[in-house]
């Protein structure tokens, strides 16, 4: 079973505009992660929240997480072509170790 | 190697023919993980090895589903009588010890279609 839902399916954009994803899972969480999959093939992690942060930044990415609502976003500003993709949340399954459960992902399309 | 490998990266067989599956993480990794994704899923937990042992497989479908990694590096995932249900990518993870804050390196998946 998956835990996390992200909103939209689908997004398609244009270059240059921002997309936002968004997750919504079901248990209590001590970290959220974004990955990235191009192709569906191998996913590449993008960034990792910890449950007492609100709001991290890496480069053109900005993830929120809202432990009360449990959701979380992932913002990619100034889109480019080459961020077209799938995006997945994950958060830990419930144990101590590091086995993350999926949502279904976002398909992101960015038109040149 | 640089990354996880896992070979082959495509393999076509008959429903009820047996195949194998192979993941080699990187180097150092004591933790590797097992995942099926299906089209238009995520990827779905199958199995984790923390060293040598499984210590966690309950995401195996049923018993036709088995791994191994004898030596605490390379894993193999091993399918019997395949069915037409189990085309999917294979995907093969490893992290460096498994916690719980830690990000997963992928590979690039095994494509599996039963015919």
């Avoid at chain 2, 040598?52 to 018993?63: H, I, K, Q, R, V």
Wanted: aromatic share 8%.
């Amino acid at each position: 079973s998956q835990q996390g839902e992200e909103d939209p399916q689908a997004l398609s954009i244009q270059e240059g505009e921002n997309a936002t994803m968004n997750c919504s899972y079901k248990t209590s969480i001590n970290n959220l992660q974004w990955y990235r999959q191009n192709s569906g093939r191998g996913l590449v992690h993008l960034i990792l929240i910890r449950s007492n942060e609100r709001e991290k930044h890496s480069g053109r990415l900005r993830v929120t997480l809202d432990t009360s609502k449990k959701s979380s976003s992932l913002l990619i500003t100034a889109s480019r072509a080459a961020d077209t993709a799938s995006y997945f949340c994950a958060t830990p399954g419930g144990t101590s170790y590091g086995k993350l459960t999926f949502g279904q992902g976002t398909i992101l399309t960015v038109h040149p | 190697g640089a990354g996880v490998s896992q070979t082959p990266s495509n393999k076509v067989t008959e429903k009820g023919k047996y195949v194998e599956l192979r993941c080699d993480p990187i180097s150092g990794h004591t933790a590797l993980y097992w995942y099926r994704q299906s089209l238009g899923q995520g990827p779905e937990f199958l199995i984790y090895f923390q060293g040598t042992g499984a210590a966690d497989d309950s995401g195996l479908p049923n018993d036709r589903f088995f791994a191994v990694r004898p030596e605490g590096s390379v894993s193999t995932l091993k399918i019997q009588r395949t069915e037409r249900g189990d085309s999917a990518v294979y995907l093969c993870a490893s992290s460096p010890m498994g916690g719980n804050n830690e990000k997963l390196f992928f590979g690039s998946g095994t494509q599996l279609s039963v015919l």
